[in-house]
């Protein structure tokens, strides 16, 4: 065997040494270019522009004088010229800064625009009132007026802001809560619908206000009536979508859940309701108008403090520069309450996300 193994092979026969491992190599790859990324610009030129309009607001503010109209001069003109040119630098920094502003250049780049609108605003409404007086005074104040209220008589208003909240809160929360057991009743219940629809489709449609002089004599103070006009005006759109939302939802939900063992209870708390969410915060959304034009409305008749109160002491004073200070912080305020509903909005739905936005 050993000499068959050692004989040379035949003619034209001849053995190939096998590759090596190590001999081996894998094909090589081209080596992959990072993605090309836009350089961030080093400055914003909408910025600078928005800047170059707040300097000119102080400016003009500052070096003009104002227009005396049978009264002092208008306080807070410097200072308000101060304030303007300090946004004016805070913008142009921003601006002009290099990379290690670019993170809040890049969050307040979106406002540019705005920026730039609301100084060329402000100049305006300063030209027209203060400096050449084109509008009556005192109904039309300059914006430094607005700095006088908020330095002047920041706690009064305040106050006022304060009590507009907790009366807000105190009939939101109740007419959210009866609107949304009622919305529920009526669209799981045939006996309930029966019962309480007529009466909403009767007495939902009249306005809160009109039941003033009726709920002055049935509620011992002016502020549980200002509670229960509130209530009943966010609850009639909250029952009424609430109750659309329950009856709308898909019977076959109802029949996979029964199949399963499920009672009335879960069915309500588990699939109903659940179900009806985006209706109801529909339905809250469309009350808050209700309660905000009841709220003021209530204030002004009855409740004695309060923005709505605050806004008829003015006006009795003839102070409308105080008016206009609170009616700035109503808007900012019934803003903020909206928000806060939206982002309230946004985490109990969240496969909703963004679909309205505010």
Known sequence: ???????????????????????????????????????????????VVAALAWAALGVLTYAWPNQQVGFSDWAYTA??????????LALLVLSLGGPWLAQPRARVRPLGPWLVALALGL???????????????????????????????????SDSAGNSLILLASGISAGAAVGFVVGVLIGWSRRANYWIHPVLRVLGPVPTTALLPITFYFFPSSWSTAVFLIALGTGFPVAVLTWSGVASVNRNYYDVARTLGASNTFLVLRVAIPAALPQVFVGLFMGLGHAFATLVVAEMLGVKSG??????????????????????????????VISLLFALRDRLLSWQKGTVKW
């Open 79 to 88: 200072e308000f010229a101060y304030g303007t040119g300090a946004v004016a």
């Open 123 to 157: 100049a305006v409404w300063e030209l027209v009132t203060a400096k050449l007086a084109w509008l009556p005074t005192p109904f039309f104040a300059p914006p430094q007026s607005l700095a006088e209220v908020y330095v002047s008589d920041w706690r009064r208003l």
């Open 1 to 47: 065997m050993s000499a068959l193994l050692d004989a040379p092979l035949a003619p034209g026969f001849e053995t190939r040494p096998e590759p090596r491992a190590e001999s081996v190599a894998a094909p090589a790859r081209a080596p992959v270019a990072p993605p090309v990324r836009a350089a961030a610009p080093r400055w914003w030129g909408l910025g």
């Open 307 to 336: 923005l709505g109160w605050y806004l008829t002491w003015a006006q009795g004073w003839a102070s409308y520069p105080n008016m206009y200070g609170a009616l700035l912080v109503m808007a900012l305020l019934f803003s903020g």
